[in-house]
């Protein structure tokens, strides 16, 4: 257990719906990353936050958005969904904000299915 | 533009064996590599990382080499155990960067 909480961890929605995912980082975590992995491919880095700010942008399309709340923990918005973002999506957590020298521990993740 | 490359989608090895898993990158600023392993429904789980000024970093069965002049590192499981069966993921880091660049992993199958 890595200590980093997601929810759902399964979801079936429709195209053009909206969904929220939720990560609570380790204790002790400030910053929150955001992947997405499609299918047999490597994680994609969508987004950081340090926190509560914004610190880094990936390939994040502008239908998704994210924020960190002050009790650190975080939420992916995902909206007008379309069947490509059917997708994993994982939340990691670290201590603090590079990636160098810094493990990332990650939750187990979200499936989401758009039908 | 992939910079992290694993070639090698799986790897079928036989239990008490060596499973070596290579990464190649194509990335000169990336200075710090990690090894995830993932089992299925679970996210990945920090196996073991070095430092671009390091050449080979040992934890229990598992090694990781890094060949600077030739963009590669490797990890290698000695002896492997079924248990190792998992999908590994290589990662890595560059200075001021804040998110890990993951290859496409290599699933492993370590057959008793």
């Known amino acids: 257990d890595s200590g980093v909480t997601q929810t759902p961890k399964h979801l079936i929605t429709a195209t053009g719906q909206r969904v929220t995912l939720r990560c609570s980082p380790r204790s002790g975590d400030l910053s929150v990353y955001w992947y997405q992995q499609s299918l047999d491919q490597g994680l994609q880095f969508l987004i950081q936050?340090?926190?509560?700010?914004?610190?880094a942008k990936g390939n994040i399309l502008e239908r998704f958005s994210a924020q960190q709340f002050p009790d650190l923990h975080s939420e992916l918005n995902l909206s007008s969904l379309e069947l490509g973002d059917s997708a994993l999506y994982f939340c990691a957590s670290s201590v603090s904000e590079g990636a160098s020298y810094n493990e990332q521990f990650f939750g187990p993740g979200t499936r989401l299915t758009v039908l | 533009d992939q910079q992290v490359k694993q070639n090698s989608p799986s790897l079928s090895v036989q239990e008490g064996r060596i499973s070596i898993l290579n990464c190649d990158y194509t990335n000169s600023m990336f200075d710090y590599f990690l090894w995830y392993k993932k089992y299925p429904a679970e996210g990945p789980t920090f196996l073991i990382s070095i430092s671009s000024i390091k050449d080979k970093n040992e934890d229990g069965r598992f090694t990781v080499f890094l060949n600077k002049s030739a963009k590669h590192l490797s990890l290698h499981i000695v002896p492997s155990q079924p248990g190792d069966s998992a999908v590994y993921f290589c990662?890595?880091?560059?200075?001021?960067?804040?998110?890990?660049?993951f290859g496409s992993g290599t699933r492993l199958q370590v057959q008793p």
């Open positions: 990662a890595a880091s560059a200075p001021g960067r804040r998110a890990l660049t």
């Open positions: 936050y340090y926190n509560g700010e914004e610190r």
